[in-house]
């Protein structure tokens, strides 16, 4: 089975009515849309989502256990605000989960296909400013990650990253609109994909850890010179 972070599944037709409603909710949080911070009721979370109120009350108890809102006594949901303490355990905890699976995909090794689907990802860059590139960058970067997980010959391993990249898409969404496209970064994306193709493990590990430990660095970078802690919708705490 292959896993796929939620920006590159789009085909949820036979999901039910609770599922729909979960993943539309889930999506404006990620993408932005329903901001950090924000306060929403049942009444306008039926509106965004085109769902019945009982679909979105099991939705809401789900984003609840996935950290994404918070219930309010007698006033609604409030959408959680991303904080740099959240932010660095998510970093540390890809870091851990990305660093194995790397080696174990270079232990076993990636097919032919795969391996030409990551040297075309990494033709993906972007300018600042330019929000669809934003968003064609992120795309990509995410799957290269992914195909690697799924690589990796261990299933909970694979899901556990790719759940994860959903918070992960939201601090970058909001990250990459002050961050310039990073050289550094390319290279290192670069590294891993090679240590991959020549299955050496050590060296793919090596790579994917100086690729994460930077992505954390330029993230935390550019939540801490943000103009404003508010106005970037983080919490320090």
């Known amino acids: 089975m292959k896993y796929l972070p939620a920006i590159l599944s789009t ?26 911070g924000a306060h929403v009721t049942k009444t306008d979370l039926s509106r965004l989502a085109s769902a019945g109120t009982m679909p979105v009350r099991e939705a809401l108890t789900r984003l609840q256990r996935d950290g994404l809102v918070q219930a309010l006594p ?27 699976a790397a080696g174990l995909a270079a232990e076993h090794g990636c097919p032919d296909p795969s391996l030409a ?39 909970m391993l694979a899901q556990s990253i790719v759940r994860a990249f959903d918070e992960l898409e939201r ?13 550094t970064a390319a290279h290192q994306r670069r ?9 050496d493990p050590v060296a793919a590990r090596a790579a994917m850890s100086a690729r994460t430990r930077t992505s954390q660095e330029h993230i935390i970078g ?16």
């Open 11 to 36: 085909d949820h037709a036979g999901s039910n009515a609770t599922e729909r409603a979960y993943l539309a909710i889930k999506r404006q949080i990620i993408e932005l849309e329903l901001r950090p």
């Open 74 to 100: 007698r006033s609604g949901y409030r959408i959680l605000p991303v904080t740099l303490k959240g932010t660095r355990d998510l970093c540390a905890f890809r870091q851990l989960l990305e660093t194995e």
């Open 117 to 155: 689907r990551l040297e075309q990802l990494l033709g993906a860059s972007y300018e600042l400013g330019d929000t669809a590139g934003v968003d064609g960058f992120l795309r990509a970067n995410l799957e290269f990650d992914a195909i690697i997980a799924n690589c990796c010959g261990n299933d």
């Open 171 to 183: 601090v970058l969404r909001i990250t990459l609109k002050s961050l310039p496209f990073s050289v």
């Open 191 to 199: 590294a891993i994909l090679e240590a991959i193709r020549e299955r």
């Open 222 to 237: 550019a939540l801490l010179s943000s103009d404003s802690i508010t106005g970037a919708s983080i919490q320090v705490s």
